[in-house]
C-alpha cells in the first residue's frame, strides 16, 4: 500500500511524515514551489511532540506526474476550498478506482469526492500541525485520528488504513459514522478563526477567562444550530465532549496547561491561512455552515457571523494573524442585531 497525499501542508505532511516513518511508502502532491523543492531536496524535517526526524519522501506539484497504482491511497489533505479543484486533476491523472480519504475540515468534502471516485471514505483528524517553513511541519498536538466509510459503514480499506495509522505514533478509532465525527469536529473548529483574528495559540487562548468565555459561546451557538438543524454529532471515544468542553471553560476554577516551547503551541489552520497570506480561509465551511443552518432555522447566530465577516475580510486583504482583541471582538458582537448578547454569554 502506498500513500499518495494530496496537499502536502500542515496536516498532509503531519500524516504523510507519519506514514513514511512507520515504513509506508509516501508520495506527495503540493502547489507550492518552494515546499516541493524543499521536500526534493532537503527531505521533510518532521519535529514536534515525538522528535525531529528528517525523511525522504518525493514531492511533484501536479497529480499528473503521479505514476498511480492498482494498491494507492490516495489522502485528501488540501483547503475545502480547494477540494473540487484536485478531485478534478486526480480524476484526470487517473482511471484506477483508488480510494480516497477526506482528512480536511468541513462536512462536504466527500460528497464531492463523490461525485468522481467510488471508493470514498473520511478521516477527522484531531492532529496539531503547524507548517512556517518550506520543508518542515511540526507536529504540536496528538489528537485522535477517526476512520470510516462515507456515507455509513467501515471497509476493508478503511480497516487497513487504520491499522497503517496504528503504526505511527497517531492514536487512532474506527467509526461506522463518519458524518457525525466531521460534525463534531466542525464545533470544535469554529474557533479557528477566534485563533487567527486574536493572534492566540491553540494555548494561549486559554488564558485570560475573557477569552474562554469568547470559545465557549461560539461553540454554545453552534450547538444550538445543530440542534435545531436535527444533525448528529460525536467526538472521539474517551475525549471530552463539547459539551463537558463548555462546561469547563465557564468554570472559574479552570487552570490552562502551556507548552513552555513556543514552537509547540499549536496554531489553527485558519491562522495559518493569514500567516501565508494565502488570500482565503475556510470559515466559510466551518462558521459558515453554522450562520447558513442558523438562518434556515431562526436561530441568530451572531459570533460565528462576525468570525467569518472578519476572517474572510483579513483573508482577503492578505492581513496578518492578531488584527483583533478578543476585547474587539467581545464590543463588536455586542454592537450587533442582539443587543446584550455577549454579556448574556459572560453571565
Same mark, same amino acid.
Request: hydrophobic fraction near 40%; glycine fraction near 10%; charge should be neutral.
Given at each position: 500500500m502506498r500513500f499518495v497525499v494530496c496537499g502536502a501542508g500542515a496536516v498532509g505532511s503531519v500524516l504523510?511524515?507519519?506514514?513514511?516513518?512507520?515504513?509506508?511508502?509516501?508520495?506527495?502532491?503540493?502547489? #507550492?514551489? @518552494?515546499?516541493?523543492?524543499?521536500?526534493?531536496?532537503?527531505?521533510?524535517?518532521l519535529k514536534g511532540i515525538h522528535g525531529t526526524h528528517t525523511l525522504s519522501i518525493p514531492a511533484v506539484m501536479h497529480a499528473s506526474a503521479v505514476d498511480f497504482c492498482p494498491d494507492d491511497v490516495i489522502l485528501l489533505a488540501?483547503?475545502?476550498?480547494?477540494?473540487?479543484?484536485?478531485?478534478?486533476?486526480?480524476?484526470? &491523472?487517473?482511471?484506477? @478506482?483508488?480510494?480516497?480519504?477526506?482528512?480536511?475540515?468541513?462536512?462536504?468534502n466527500e460528497a464531492c469526492v463523490a461525485q468522481s471516485f467510488r471508493q470514498v471514505n473520511g478521516l477527522m483528524v484531531l492532529t496539531g500541525a503547524t507548517r512556517l517553513r518550506p520543508g518542515e511541519v511540526i507536529h504540536t498536538g496528538n489528537g485522535p485520528l477517526g476512520v470510516g466509510t462515507y456515507p455509513l459503514g467501515l471497509s476493508q480499506v478503511a480497516r487497513d488504513v487504520a491499522t497503517a495509522f496504528e503504526a505511527t505514533d497517531l492514536p487512532v478509532y =474506527? =467509526? $461506522?459514522? #463518519?458524518?457525525?465525527?466531521? /460534525? !463534531?469536529?466542525?464545533?470544535?473548529?469554529?474557533?479557528?478563526? =477566534?485563533?487567527?483574528? *486574536?493572534?492566540?495559540?491553540?494555548?494561549?487562548?486559554?488564558? %485570560?477567562?475573557?477569552? $474562554?468565555? /469568547?470559545?465557549? &459561546?461560539? /461553540? %454554545?451557538?453552534?450547538?444550538?444550530?445543530?440542534?435545531?438543524?436535527? #444533525?448528529?454529532? &460525536?467526538?472521539?471515544?474517551?475525549?471530552?465532549?463539547?459539551?463537558?468542553?463548555?462546561? %469547563?471553560l465557564r468554570?472559574?476554577?479552570? *487552570?490552562? *496547561?502551556?507548552?513552555?516551547? @513556543?514552537?509547540?503551541?499549536? $496554531?489553527?489552520?485558519? /491562522?495559518?491561512?493569514?500567516?501565508?497570506?494565502?488570500?482565503?480561509? %475556510?470559515?466559510?465551511?466551518? !462558521?459558515? @455552515?453554522?450562520?447558513?443552518?442558523?438562518?434556515?432555522?431562526? #436561530?441568530?447566530?451572531?459570533?460565528?457571523?462576525?468570525?467569518? *465577516?472578519?476572517?474572510? &475580510?483579513?483573508?482577503?486583504?492578505r492581513e496578518l494573524p492578531g488584527k483583533y482583541p478578543i476585547a474587539q471582538l467581545w464590543k463588536r458582537v455586542e454592537s450587533a442585531s442582539l443587543p446584550g448578547a455577549g454579556a448574556r454569554a459572560r453571565s
Open positions: 504523510g511524515g507519519q506514514l513514511a516513518k512507520a515504513g509506508y511508502a509516501v508520495r506527495f502532491i503540493d502547489k #507550492i514551489p @518552494e515546499h516541493v523543492e524543499a521536500l526534493n531536496t532537503y527531505g521533510l524535517r488540501v483547503k475545502s476550498f480547494h477540494c473540487a479543484a484536485a478531485v478534478a486533476e486526480l480524476r484526470q &491523472a487517473t482511471s484506477l @478506482e483508488l480510494p480516497v480519504f477526506c482528512a480536511q475540515n468541513g462536512v462536504h =474506527t =467509526t $461506522r459514522q #463518519i458524518g457525525p465525527a466531521k /460534525w !463534531n469536529k466542525l464545533l470544535l473548529n469554529l474557533n479557528n478563526a =477566534t485563533l487567527g483574528l *486574536t493572534g492566540l495559540s491553540t494555548q494561549a487562548v486559554y488564558a %485570560e477567562p475573557s477569552t $474562554r468565555l /469568547w470559545l465557549a &459561546a461560539v /461553540w %454554545e451557538e453552534g450547538v444550538r444550530v445543530l440542534q435545531a438543524a436535527g #444533525i448528529a454529532y &460525536a467526538g472521539p471515544p474517551g475525549l471530552g465532549s463539547v459539551a463537558e468542553r463548555i462546561r %469547563e468554570d472559574p476554577s479552570f *487552570t490552562p *496547561t502551556m507548552s513552555m516551547d @513556543e514552537e509547540l503551541q499549536g $496554531r489553527s489552520s485558519l /491562522w495559518q491561512d493569514l500567516y501565508h497570506r494565502v488570500g482565503d480561509v %475556510e470559515a466559510a465551511s466551518l !462558521n459558515g @455552515e453554522i450562520v447558513r443552518l442558523g438562518g434556515q432555522h431562526g #436561530i441568530a447566530t451572531p459570533y460565528n457571523s462576525l468570525l467569518l *465577516t472578519l476572517s474572510q &475580510a483579513m483573508a482577503t486583504a
